[in-house]
């Protein structure tokens, strides 16, 4: 398998406090998909608005975005993530 074959993903897992900034959390992020990787962003938080996190995600943003309220529920998600992941 030649590496071009690889899906490259990024997995963002955030409490919605960056030590950068939201606007260099965001250039990062676009970098990441301009080298052809695919960005999935997961806000455990009640603080970070949508759009910031819709930001980090490639599109369909219905894919690759996900809100959870607490830690916890990550646990729920982790099997549909993988699945979404390795298809």
Do not use: N, Q
């Given at each position: 398998m030649k590496e071009s074959d690889?899906?490259?993903v990024a997995v963002v897992v955030t409490d919605g406090f960056s030590f950068i900034g939201p606007q260099m959390v965001k250039l990062r992020?676009?970098?990441l998909k301009n080298r052809g990787i695919e960005v999935f962003?997961?806000?455990i938080t009640k603080r970070m608005g949508d759009?910031?996190?819709i930001n980090l995600?490639?599109?369909p943003v219905q894919?690759?975005?996900l809100r959870l309220t607490d830690k916890d529920?990550?646990?729920r998600i982790t099997d549909n993530i993988v699945q979404e992941i390795c298809k």
């Open positions: 690889v899906r490259k992020a676009d970098e962003a997961i806000g759009d910031e996190l995600s490639s599109k894919k690759h975005f529920s990550i646990e």
